[in-house]
C-alpha cells in the first residue's frame, strides 16, 4: 500500500496546473471546480494502482481529468438530446392544441415585442437566431463571455415569451 503523503507531495504541486487544464475542457468555472474534485477523489483512490516507472504523475493526472471531461460532456450531451426532444414534443402539443391564436397574430406580436428592445439586444437576438452563431462567436463580438451571452439571451426569450403572452391576450 503505498503512502497517503506521497500521493499528497505529488498532488499539491500539480493541482494549480490541473486545475487551469480542466478549466480549458469545460464551459464555466463552477464545472472545472467540481471535475477537479472528482479527479482529485479518483486519483487518490487509484493512487495505488499508479506506477512511475510507465507515466509521469502530472501526466497521469491529466489524462484522469480528460477522461473525466469526455464523460462529463457525452453526459451533457444526452441531456441536452432529451431536452430537446421534450420541448419539440411540448411546442408541437403547444400548437396542436392553440389552433384559436393564428401564426400571424403571435409573428405580429413577437415583431412588436423586438422593437421594443434596445439595438444590442436586437444584435444579439439577430446573432443567434437569423446568422445562426454560436455563443462563444457572439462572445467575440461583444466583448463578454459566452456564459454570460447564453445567461442574456435566456432573459431576452423569456423576456419576449412574456410580452407575447400579453399582447395576444389583449
Not at 477523489?41 to 473525466?68: M, V
Not at 401564426?103 to 422593437?115: H, K, M, P
Amino acid at each position: 500500500m503505498k503512502d497517503n503523503t506521497e500521493f499528497i507531495r505529488q498532488f499539491a504541486p500539480a493541482q494549480h496546473h490541473l486545475h487551469m487544464y480542466i478549466r480549458s475542457l469545460v464551459p464555466n468555472f463552477s464545472d472545472a471546480d467540481d471535475l477537479l474534485q472528482e479527479v482529485a477523489a479518483t486519483a487518490w483512490t487509484k493512487f495505488e494502482s499508479f506506477d512511475p516507472q510507465k507515466a509521469e504523475f502530472k501526466s497521469w493526472l491529466f489524462g484522469i481529468a480528460r477522461n473525466k471531461a469526455l464523460h462529463s460532456k457525452r453526459r451533457f450531451l444526452r441531456t441536452q438530446n432529451l431536452l430537446n426532444e421534450v420541448q419539440m414534443i411540448n411546442a408541437e402539443q403547444f400548437f396542436l392544441n392553440d389552433s384559436s391564436i393564428n401564426s400571424d397574430e403571435r409573428q405580429d406580436a413577437l415583431s412588436e415585442c423586438i422593437n421594443n428592445l434596445s439595438d444590442e439586444q436586437k444584435k444579439l437576438l439577430l446573432g443567434r437566431y437569423r446568422d445562426k452563431k454560436k455563443s462563444y462567436e457572439l462572445a467575440d463580438l461583444f466583448k463578454r463571455s459566452a456564459e454570460q451571452v447564453r445567461i442574456q439571451l435566456f432573459r431576452l426569450r423569456k423576456v419576449l415569451k412574456v410580452c407575447v403572452v400579453e399582447k395576444i391576450s389583449i
